[in-house]
């Protein structure tokens, strides 16, 4: 079955400095990967997925995420934080199935001083 | 363009009291729907699935049920509700196809006193 591993619960970074939060992969097969951006008492807002076409995915609000294959990660980065960007962050993986059933990291909580 | 509604947004219910959050999607026919429960440091668990009306599909035995009577209309509902019902509960859709992301509501914080 298929899962994703979050390093690191928190993460502080300061405004300016580069964001990176970390996620890696288990999957049989090649999978649908996601980074999901949920601010507090909100749902969930797609910031980027990779869909095996380009490894190199850009999503919204400057983040993008690199697929890799012989290392099963989808870190997600951001080369300036700002202070809107202070957020949990979620990573999640999906098969092709023909149906579309996530599963999601456990998060990384952002947060950006100034 | 399609919508995701979710309500309430907020609810504190006394153990053992009845549960029944709604959800509607606008704008799409025939989605896939989902109920999601989020609990402090252990992300997203999924707890119903349902590919149609009237199709339920369970993640995790609990003391949950889900119900779709419309094609854009899922119910999560309990007869008595526990402690360890509490959480933050969110209903999602997508289209058919691994690659589709899934659309979020803005969830309902359940606290049971």
């Known amino acids: 079955a298929q899962s994703v591993t979050q390093l690191g619960s928190h993460v502080s970074v300061s405004e300016g400095a580069l964001v990176l939060l970390r996620c890696n992969y288990s999957?049989?097969?090649?999978?649908?990967l996601f980074w999901y951006v949920q601010y507090p008492n909100q749902g969930l807002q797609l910031l980027l997925k990779y869909t095996s076409a380009a490894t190199l995915v850009k999503g919204i609000n400057g983040f993008e995420a690199e697929f890799k294959k012989s290392e099963t990660s989808f870190h997600l980065t951001k080369p300036s934080a700002h202070m809107s960007d202070a957020a949990e962050y979620f990573c999640a993986v999906t098969l092709d199935t023909g149906f579309q059933k996530l599963v999601f990291g456990t998060g990384t909580r952002l947060l950006v001083s100034p | 363009s399609q919508t995701i509604h979710q309500w309430p947004a907020t609810l504190v219910q006394p153990v053992g009291s009845p549960l029944s959050l709604e959800c509607t999607v606008e704008?799409?026919?025939?989605?896939?729907l989902y109920w999601y429960r989020q609990a402090a440091g252990r992300g997203l668990q999924l707890l119903f699935y349902s590919v149609g009306i009237g199709q339920i599909s369970s993640e995790v035995p609990q003391n949950l049920s889900a119900s779709r009577p419309q094609d854009r209309q899922f119910i999560l509902s309990s007869k008595k509700l526990l402690l360890s019902d509490s959480g933050f509960y969110l209903c999602a859709w997508s289209v058919l196809g691994g690659s589709t992301e899934a659309f979020f509501g803005q969830g309902t914080r359940l606290t049971v006193v």
């Open positions: 704008g799409t026919s025939n989605p896939n």
């Open positions: 999957s049989s097969v090649p999978p649908y």
